[in-house]
């Protein structure tokens, strides 16, 4: 079924007649419900999404403590249905800290392979290591019907980040590689992305995927597949920028003052992170990565 008029169809709304069985739900927590069994949560800029099943709910990145027993709260608003499983977009804590709720309900944690290193290395109580990890490029994960695919693309924003899709809504969930609407990298720096490699992902999603909205882990809870390309375009035109300040010898000084991408203003935080972004394009000009 693809999404229709019903798209943001909010909970608390759907829900109105269980309100006197919920708990009060913090305005920084929102749910929306984007297609039959489909939702997104979001709370204080991170959102995730959970599939409601026959068989038992799939919940995704737990985001904080705090968030997880909200999540948990408005997913047993929907459905007394067990939550099976939990899928971490990537290892970044700002998006999987806070698991232990979801954990103790039940839940089996999945990740890509490429996590656990990095789960080891540094170490946090408040992440619960997955117990299900998959290799390679792609994993189905089916539960009551229904499959959320998880696909892997390669280092681009940390080495084990995977993108989600929901075939029957012809969706995707993306974490931190677009946030729609905006420029890159949440405070400008980009840290943990590979330009190069963040590119060739994004050009790969848009060939590859099959779907039409994305719901971003920032930013609006949905949007057009257009988001991927514009992310790509304007990635793709600061490298360029970056580079032609290079070829013709401008003094590493004087290169970020001079860029500027006109057709990309629009963009949000592009007054303030876009000259960081550049800064980041120069780093990967000086050291190759
Ligand atoms: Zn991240």
Redo the contacts with the bound molecule.
């Keep these: 079924m693809k999404l229709g008029r019903c798209i943001l169809f909010t909970v608390s709304a759907a829900l109105s007649l269980a309100a006197h069985a919920r708990e009060a739900i913090p305005v920084s927590a929102k749910t929306h419900r984007i297609g039959p069994g489909v939702y997104t949560f979001s709370h204080e800029g991170a959102r995730n999404i959970f599939l409601v099943t026959a068989a038992g709910v799939i919940a995704t990145d737990p985001i904080s403590k705090e968030a997880a027993a909200l999540l948990l709260t408005e997913i047993r608003a929907i459905t007394d249905q067990p939550i099976r499983y939990v899928v971490y977009s990537?290892q970044?804590w700002?998006?999987v800290k806070g698991g232990q709720i979801l954990k103790d309900a039940g839940a089996t944690f999945i990740s890509h392979h490429r996590c656990m290193k990095h789960f080891h290395r540094h170490v946090n109580p408040d992440v619960v290591q997955p117990d299900v990890t998959f290799e390679g490029a792609s994993y189905d994960l089916t539960l009551g019907g229904r499959t959320l695919q998880l696909r892997y693309f390669g280092r681009n924003?940390?080495d084990c980040l995977i993108v989600m899709r929901i075939p029957e809504e012809k969706a995707v969930f993306i974490?931190?590689l677009v946030t729609p609407g905006g420029v890159s990298g949440g405070s400008g720096w980009m840290n943990?992305y590979y330009p190069k490699d963040y590119i060739r992902s994004l050009q790969a999603i848009e060939e590859q995927l099959d779907f039409e909205h994305m719901i971003g882990g920032h930013g609006a809870p949905i949007a057009p597949k257009s988001a991927v390309t514009e992310r790509r375009l304007y990635l793709e035109a600061l490298m360029a920028a970056v580079k032609a300040e290079l070829d013709k010898g401008t003094p590493r000084g004087e290169i970020l003052e001079n860029i500027d991408l006109p057709e990309f203003r629009h963009l949000r935080n592009y007054d303030t992170h876009m000259k960081l972004n550049a800064e980041r394009m120069l780093v990967y000009y000086a050291i190759g990565w």
């Design positions: 990537h970044h700002d998006h924003h940390g974490v931190d943990d």
